[in-house]
Structures are given as structure tokens and as C-alpha cells.
């Protein structure tokens, strides 16, 4: 079970907009920055957003990201197919000397 | 190019033991700190280890503290994970990551491709 809670799955048609969430505590949303990842089956994964909303080099700005308290949120507008994948937060735990936490993973389908 | 190529994934049988690499290229490798990350299939991302910049800090995840070890050769621009005493929960894609910054920071902006390990009996 992952430390982080984001929702199994989420769905939109092409050129909508859609958002997945990401849940944590004070221990580790509440008190560090929220990056986000793209996972496609046999590619490494990709940095979207670190720092909870700069988007990393080379990325649409149809991506966004946000934080507030203990929850962080991606947003993706203007849906292609081409954005199914899965998607993962992650950030710092400051309740150990040493541990990075991710949340379970959010599957993107594009209708 | 900014690149981490992870190798030596195999099957191995519980109780044995497996040493992957992970070969960097296009940045500074001595510069950062670099991390061990996990993904069982159909599960989620799990973070393994890291190792500071010079090799001389390390932490594992509680789930592999005492069996896994982490190294790195800066002089080869190497990461490297020493599994033993091997589970079936071990069994994963195996991702090297970059830390954004070089210092312990929440964000990991290059990723390898993963090397897959199955501990099967």
C-alpha cells in the first residue's frame, strides 16, 4: 500500500481537461515539495512537475500542478491521445532521516 | 544526452543474490546523488535507496535495510545495487534516478528504463 493516495483511474475524451489527485499527510505533502511522473510501459519515466507547479524542461504547458495542505493535484488540458499513461506524485518523507514516498499510480485514459 | 542505463536483471531463486548496474552519462555523475527506485508489477513506484554524491551516506527503504547495498564508482560513472538474501515481494523494475538537484531533494529528473528482477523459486 502506497504512502500517498491517488485514484486508480481517471478518464476524458480528447481535448478535455482532467485532474488526478494525490493525498498525503503533514509528514511528507505538508511539508515538501510534490513532483510528478509519466509512465509508459518500456520508456523511463518522466519528469512533469517538481516543486508542486513548475513544469520540467520540454513539457506542454497544458500540464499544471498545484498544492494545498497535505493534497497536490495535476491537471492536464486539452487531452490527446497520446497523454494515456499512468501517473505518479511523489515527494519527500520527513518522518524518517531518509525516505522518498510515491503514490499508486493513476491510470489516464483518453476516450 | 543525460542518460541512465540500468543492466543485470535476471530470475533468481529466493534466498540468492543479484547485483544490478546502472551507467550514467552526460552530467556531472559525482555531482549528485543518485537513488534506487522499484516497481512491482501492477503495483506502485517504491523507493529502494539512495547514495550521496562522494558514496560515503546511504539509506535503504525499511523493506530492504540489511539485505540491499548501494555503491557507487565515481570514476566509472557507476551506480550499484548488491541484493541479497532475495524475497519474492523483491521481484521489480528496477529504475536508477537522478536527484534534481544533487542534494536529497523530493524530485528525480532523469530515470533509467528499468532492469526487471524475479525472485521465483
Known amino acids: 500500500q502506497s504512502v500517498l493516495t491517488q485514484p486508480p483511474s481517471v478518464s476524458a475524451a480528447p481535448g478535455q481537461r482532467v485532474t488526478i489527485s494525490c493525498s498525503g499527510n503533514s509528514s511528507n505533502i505538508g511539508s515538501n515539495y510534490v513532483s510528478w511522473y509519466q509512465l509508459l510501459p518500456g520508456a523511463a519515466p518522466k519528469l512533469l512537475i517538481y516543486d508542486n507547479n513548475k513544469r520540467a524542461s520540454g513539457i506542454s504547458d497544458r500540464i499544471s500542478g498545484s498544492k494545498s495542505g497535505t493534497s497536490a493535484t495535476l491537471g492536464i488540458a486539452g487531452l490527446q491521445t497520446g497523454d494515456e499513461a499512468d501517473y505518479y506524485c511523489g515527494t519527500r518523507d520527513s518522518s524518517l532521516t531518509a525516505s522518498w514516498v510515491f503514490g499508486g499510480g493513476t491510470k489516464l485514459t483518453v476516450l | 544526452q543525460v542518460q541512465l542505463v540500468e543492466s543485470g536483471g535476471a530470475v533468481v531463486e529466493p534466498g540468492k543474490s543479484l547485483r544490478l548496474s546502472c551507467a550514467a552519462s552526460?552530467?556531472?555523475?559525482?555531482?549528485?546523488?543518485i537513488h534506487w527506485v522499484r516497481q512491482a508489477p501492477g503495483k506502485g513506484l517504491e523507493w529502494v535507496a539512495v547514495?550521496?554524491?562522494?558514496?560515503?551516506?546511504?539509506f535503504y527503504a525499511e523493506s530492504v535495510k540489511g539485505r540491499f547495498t548501494i555503491s557507487r564508482d565515481n570514476s566509472k560513472n557507476t551506480l550499484s545495487l548488491q541484493m541479497d538474501n532475495l524475497r519474492l515481494e523483491d521481484t521489480a523494475l528496477y529504475f536508477c534516478?537522478?536527484?534534481?538537484?544533487?542534494?536529497?531533494?523530493?524530485?528525480?529528473?532523469?530515470w533509467g528504463r528499468g532492469t526487471m528482477v524475479t525472485v521465483s523459486p
Open positions: 534516478a537522478k536527484d534534481f538537484t544533487g542534494t536529497y531533494s523530493p524530485t528525480f529528473d532523469v
Open positions: 552526460g552530467f556531472t555523475f559525482s555531482s549528485y546523488v
Open positions: 547514495v550521496s554524491y562522494d558514496g560515503n551516506y546511504k
